[in-house]
């Protein structure tokens, strides 16, 4: 069984910055790439970034240019600096961690952006 932990979420102002952390344990072998998600009320669930095992990033077009996606293989843990943050970023933030077996996802974090 695999357990994700997020952290890192909040309220900030507009123009804030946020780090989110999520970290992986238990039987997790192999970890391919890894992301972080969000959704909004009454909207789908959308990619913000996602990191492959060699280091390549892949970004909404959204967030580009104000987000960085990073990951400490060591601890098998991804992060994701947020900077300039807008309203419309307003969201529960969820990491996800794809490994040999399959998808794994963190219980999801409040990202709150007052204007």
């Known amino acids: 069984q695999v357990q994700l932990v997020e952290s890192g979420g909040g309220l900030v102002q507009t123009g804030g910055s946020l780090r989110l952390s999520c970290a992986a344990s238990?039987?997790?072998?192999?970890?391919?790439?890894m992301g972080w998600y969000r959704q909004a009320p009454g909207r789908q669930r959308e990619l913000v970034a996602a990191?492959?095992?060699?280091?390549?990033?892949n970004y909404a077009d959204s967030v580009k240019g104000r987000f960085t996606i990073s990951r400490d293989n060591a601890k098998n843990t991804v992060y994701l600096q947020m900077n300039s943050l807008k309203p419309e970023d307003t969201a529960v933030y969820y990491c996800?961690?794809?490994?040999?077996?399959?998808?794994?996802w963190g219980q999801g974090t409040q990202v709150t952006v007052s204007s």
């Open positions: 990191i492959t095992s060699g280091g390549s990033t």
């Open positions: 238990g039987s997790i072998f192999r970890i391919n790439a």
């Open positions: 996800n961690i794809q490994d040999i077996r399959g998808s794994n």
